[in-house]
C-alpha cells in the first residue's frame, strides 16, 4: 500500500505538472486538443491523489505500523472511527487531505468548463495545478506521509486525545473544504488577468463556488467553536487564538467579496477591488495553513507544528507577489465607468460594509501577527489576547451590524430622505422599543442595549422585505400567503437566501453577546448526595462511575439537575484517562436550552476526602449562535441553489463575452 | 445644486469620519472604574501553555492559572488594586503575561493601527464616493424607484419580471 501510494503522488505531481504546459501552450497557440490532453492530465491527477489517499487510509485502517504515519496518529486501540479521521490527525495527512480536495475541485471546474470560458479556464486550470504543484512538492519530498519506519512498531503513539471528538471529525473538513474552495474563484480571477478577460465573466462564472466556499467556512468556523466549547472545557468557544483568527479572517474577506461582486454585476464597478479581495482571501487561506504548521505563532488548535513554515511562507509570498504583478499590469485595462449618484445609495451602504469587514480582518491580522512584530522590533515577548480583539471590533461589529440590516433595504442609484423613512421608520421603532425594554428590564450594559436594539432593527428590516415581498406576490398573482413566501424565495433564491443569511448573523450576534457578558461561573467541591445551587438549578451529586476499555478508562460523575424541587435532568461530566499516550481529558456535560446552558465540568476527584470538584457555567443564550450558524449555513444552500434565471445570466454573460475581443491579445499574438 | 469643491469635500469626508471615530475610540478604550479579580484574571495569560487567560485556563489543576487566581484574591484581600496586583504579575513574569498589550510606547501602535486603517479606508471610499458623485461618466437623470415613490415599486416590477419570465 505505502508503495501504491508513494507511486500515486509521484504520478500525479509528474501529471499536473504537464497540465500546467498544456494548458498553457493549448491556449496560447489555440490548440483544442492541447487544452483537452490538459483537461484528461487534471483528471489524472486527481485519480492518482484519490489513490494516495485510499492507499494511507486502507494502511491507517490496518493500523500497518511499518508506516511512520499510522505509527505516529494511531494505535491498535484507537476506534475506527477515529482511525479514519487520523487521516487530517496529522501533518502529512492533512496536507494530502488538502491536496485531494484541491485536485477534486480541479477536476470539478476542468469538467465545468470543457465548453466555456475558453480564454480564462486554461490559465485557471494551470493557476489551480500550480498552488498542486507546491503541495505535491512537499508530499514528495518534505513531509511524506509513505515514510516507512526503521523497523515495525509494536503499536502505535495514538490520536490526540484533543482530537478524539466528534467535531474534529467533521471540522478540518469543512475548514479545508472552504479554504481549498477559495482556490477556484482565485485561479478564474489569475486566469482572467492572465487572458485580459476582465468583464464579470469570471465573477459569475465562480459565484457559485464563491458562496460554497465562504458556506464551508462558516461551518468551519462553527464546529471549530463548538468543538472549543465541548471539548476544552472552559465554557467558552472563541479565544482569538491564531488558529482560529487565521480560519476567521478568509471568512471576512470573502463576506466582503460576495457583497462587493453584486456592484460589479449590477454596475461593471470595482473590478480592481473585487480581483484584490479575491486575491486577499486566498492568500489568508495560505497564511492560515502557514500559521498553524509554522509553529511561529503558538495555538491550541495547532496540532502539526512543522518546519513547513519557510516553504509556505515562500510560497504565500510568491503568490501574492505575482497576484499583485499581474493587477498592476491589467490596471489600466480595469478602470470601469464610476456611476455613483449618493451616500444614501445601496452600493454605498456596500462600500461602507465591505470597508468594515476588512477592517475587522485587518484588525485581526495584525492582532495576531504583533506578537512576532514585537520580537522582532523589540525583543520582547508580548501577548495578543482576547480583551485586545474584543474591544477593537466590539463597535466594528455593531457598525456591521446596522449596514446589514440598512443596506439591503435602501435603493441602488440613491435614496430620498421620505423613502428612507419610509422603509425604515417600523423597523427602527422596534429596535427602539427592544433597546427601551431591555434597558426597563434592568439590563444596563450599553454593549448589550445597542447589540439588542441593532438586532431587531435588522430582524424588522427583514420582516419588512418578507412582508412586502408576499403582499406584493399576493396583490398580483393571488396567491396564498405560504405559496406567495415559498415562490417569492424560490423565483429569487440569491436575495432571500442572503437575508436568511442575515437572520442567521443576527441570531449568533446576540448568542455571543449574551454568552460573554452573562457568563457566570460556580466552582464547587461536593461529597455524594449534597446539592449546590446553580441560578435557578438545584444540583445534586449522586455519585461516580468508572469504566474501562482498552483504550481509555472513564470517570463519570451523576448529577440531577432539578428546577422548583422538579427533576428535569440527569448529567453526566467524565475524565477520560487515555492509556496509550497517558493523557487525561475532559468530557463536559451541557444542558441547553434556548434561554441558557447549564454546562457542567468534573474538575477534579480527592480520594481520600471523597470530594468532587465541579465547575459549572450559566451561559445565556449561547443557544442562539449555534441555531443562528445553522440558519446561515440554511439561507447559503437556498442562495446557492441552482436558478434558472441565474443560469440564463451567466450564459448571457458568457456568450456577450465570447462576441467581445479580450482588451489584450499579446499573449496570443505572440504565439 | 452645486457640488461642492474637492477641498471641501475632503474637509467633509475627514469630519464625517473624524466623528464616527470620535463615538467609536472612546468606547473601545475605555477603562472599567473597578477591577475584579476576574478582571485581572482576564487580563493575564497563563503560562502554562494552553493559549488562554487565566480566568479561562481549561487545565483544572493547572500549575499556573491555579495558584495564580488564589494569589489575585489574596492580594486583592490584603488592600491592592487591580494595577497593582497586574504590576506584580508584570514584573515577576515579564510582559507576556498580559493578555493585551499595553498603551505606551511601541506597543500603542497595536491599538491605533486597526483604527488608522479604518480611517484612512473610510477616507479613501467617502472620497471615492465624492468624486464619482462629482464626475458621473453615464449620468442617470432619473431618480429610482425608491427615491420616486417607495420601495413597493421596485418589489412590483421584480414580480413584474417573475411573471413575464414565466417563473
Known amino acids: 500500500m505505502p508503495l501504491i501510494g508513494q507511486l500515486a503522488l509521484a504520478l500525479a505531481l509528474i501529471l499536473a505538472a504537464y497540465s500546467i504546459i498544456a494548458n498553457v501552450i493549448g491556449a496560447r497557440r489555440s490548440i483544442p486538443t492541447l487544452l483537452a490532453s490538459a483537461r484528461h492530465a487534471i483528471w489524472a491527477y486527481c485519480a492518482m491523489v484519490t489513490v494516495a489517499v485510499a492507499a494511507l487510509l486502507v494502511s491507517l485502517l490496518r493500523s500497518d505500523f511499518s508506516l511512520e504515519y499510522v505509527a505516529s496518529y494511531t494505535s491498535s486501540s484507537l476506534p475506527t472511527f477515529y482511525k479514519i479521521t487520523a487521516l487530517w490527525g496529522g501533518q502529512q495527512g492533512s496536507l494530502l487531505l488538502w491536496t485531494w480536495l484541491l485536485s477534486l475541485f480541479t477536476a470539478v471546474a476542468a469538467f465545468q468548463n470543457r465548453r466555456r470560458n475558453p480564454e480564462i479556464a486554461p490559465y485557471a486550470l494551470a493557476t489551480l495545478a500550480v498552488v498542486a504543484i507546491f503541495f505535491l512538492g512537499m508530499l514528495n519530498f518534505v513531509t511524506r506521509p509513505f515514510d516507512m519506519l526503521a523497523a515495525v512498531a509494536p503499536d502505535g503513539q495514538d490520536l490526540n486525545p484533543l482530537l478524539q471528538n466528534y467535531w474534529m471529525a467533521i471540522h478540518p473538513p469543512s475548514l479545508y473544504t472552504g479554504y481549498v474552495s477559495a482556490s477556484v474563484p482565485f485561479a478564474f480571477a489569475t486566469g482572467a488577468l492572465i487572458a485580459g478577460r476582465l468583464d464579470d465573466s469570471w465573477i459569475r462564472s465562480t459565484r457559485r463556488w ?29 479565544a482569538w487564538d491564531p488558529v482560529e483568527n487565521a480560519a476567521f479572517m478568509p471568512w471576512l474577506v470573502m463576506t466582503a467579496y460576495l457583497h462587493s461582486v453584486m456592484i460589479q454585476e449590477r454596475k461593471d464597478m470595482l473590478k480592481v477591488w473585487n480581483l484584490a479581495l479575491i486575491g486577499m482571501a486566498f492568500g489568508l487561506t495560505l497564511f492560515g495553513t502557514f500559521i498553524t504548521r509554522s509553529g511561529v505563532i503558538s495555538s491550541v488548535h495547532s496540532f502539526t507544528q512543522s518546519g513547513l513554515g519557510p516553504y509556505f511562507l515562500t510560497f504565500l509570498i510568491a503568490v501574492v507577489a505575482l497576484y499583485a504583478a499581474l493587477l498592476i499590469w491589467r490596471l489600466p485595462k480595469l478602470r470601469s465607468p464610476a456611476e455613483f449618484e449618493s451616500y444614501l445609495s445601496r452600493e454605498a451602504a456596500f462600500l461602507f460594509n465591505n470597508l468594515i469587514l476588512v477592517g475587522i480582518a485587518f484588525a485581526v491580522f495584525w492582532g495576531t501577527l504583533f506578537p512576532v512584530l514585537s520580537e522582532a522590533v523589540r525583543g520582547v515577548k508580548i501577548t495578543v489576547g482576547p480583551p485586545f480583539f474584543d474591544k477593537v471590533n466590539a463597535p466594528l461589529a455593531l457598525g456591521l451590524i446596522f449596514l446589514m440590516g440598512f443596506g439591503p433595504l435602501i435603493a441602488w442609484r440613491r435614496s430620498s430622505l421620505d423613502s428612507l423613512a419610509k422603509t425604515f421608520a417600523s423597523p427602527a421603532l422596534f429596535g427602539l422599543v427592544t433597546g427601551v425594554c431591555a434597558f426597563v428590564a434592568g439590563l444596563r450594559e450599553w454593549y448589550v442595549l445597542a447589540a439588542l436594539s441593532l438586532g431587531a432593527f435588522v430582524l424588522g428590516t427583514i420582516v419588512v422585505e418578507f412582508r412586502r415581498g408576499v403582499g406584493a406576490r399576493r396583490h398580483l398573482v393571488r396567491e396564498s400567503a405560504p405559496a406567495a413566501l415559498i415562490n417569492l424565495v424560490a423565483k429569487n433564491n440569491r436575495r432571500y437566501g442572503g437575508y436568511i443569511i442575515h437572520l442567521g448573523v443576527v441570531m449568533a450576534f446576540i448568542g455571543i453577546v449574551a454568552s460573554s457578558f452573562f457568563r457566570t461561573e460556580i466552582k464547587k467541591s461536593v461529597h455524594e448526595g449534597e446539592f449546590f445551587q446553580v441560578g435557578p ?126 482588451v489584450d491579445e499579446p499573449l496570443r499574438r505572440r504565439a | 445644486m452645486a457640488r461642492p469643491n474637492s477641498g471641501g469635500r475632503l474637509a467633509h469626508a475627514a469630519m464625517l469620519v473624524a466623528i464616527a471615530l470620535a463615538l467609536i475610540v472612546p468606547i473601545a478604550v475605555r477603562a472599567a472604574a473597578t477591577v475584579s479579580a476576574q478582571q485581572i484574571e482576564e487580563s493575564l495569560t497563563c503560562q502554562c501553555g494552553c493559549g488562554l487567560t487565566v480566568a479561562n485556563c481549561n487545565h483544572p489543576n493547572c500549575e499556573f492559572s491555579v495558584p495564580a487566581r488564589e494569589q489575585i484574591e489574596a492580594m486583592l484581600h490584603r488592600g491592592m488594586t487591580g494595577p497593582q496586583v497586574i504590576a506584580f504579575f508584570r514584573h515577576k513574569y515579564g510582559e507576556k503575561i498580559l493578555s493585551a498589550p499595553t498603551t505606551t510606547g511601541f506597543n500603542l501602535l497595536a491599538w491605533v493601527m486597526p483604527f488608522a486603517a479604518l480611517l484612512g479606508g473610510g477616507i479613501f471610499v467617502a472620497l471615492a464616493i465624492g468624486r464619482w458623485r462629482a464626475h458621473p461618466e453615464n449620468p442617470a437623470p432619473a431618480l429610482d424607484s425608491a427615491a420616486r415613490g417607495g420601495a413597493d415599486d421596485e418589489m412590483r416590477r421584480r414580480l413584474e419580471r417573475d411573471l413575464r419570465e414565466g417563473f
Open chain 1, 210 to 238: 464563491a458562496i460554497f466556499s465562504w458556506f464551508f467556512l462558516t461551518l468551519g468556523n462553527l464546529f471549530g467553536a463548538r468543538w472549543a466549547y465541548e471539548v476544552l472545557g472552559w465554557g467558552g468557544y472563541w
Open chain 1, 537 to 662: 438549578y438545584s444540583l445534586q451529586y449522586l455519585g461516580l462511575e468508572t469504566t474501562e476499555t482498552p483504550h481509555v478508562e472513564t470517570s463519570r460523575a451523576r448529577i440531577e439537575v432539578r428546577r422548583d424541587g422538579k427533576p428535569i435532568a440527569m448529567m453526566l461530566p467524565a475524565k477520560l484517562f487515555f492509556k496509550r499516550n497517558q493523557q487525561p481529558a475532559t468530557a463536559v456535560a451541557i444542558r441547553s436550552t434556548p434561554a441558557a446552558d447549564l454546562y457542567v465540568v468534573l474538575a477534579g476527584m480527592d480520594d481520600q476526602t471523597g470530594l468532587v470538584t465541579f465547575q459549572v457555567f450559566l451561559t445565556p443564550l449561547v443557544f442562539w449562535l449555534w441555531a443562528g450558524g445553522l440558519v446561515m449555513a440554511f439561507g447559503t444552500v437556498i442562495a446557492m441553489w441552482p436558478n434558472v434565471r441565474e443560469r440564463a445570466a451567466i450564459a448571457a454573460s458568457l456568450r456577450a463575452a465570447a462576441e467581445t475581443p479580450v
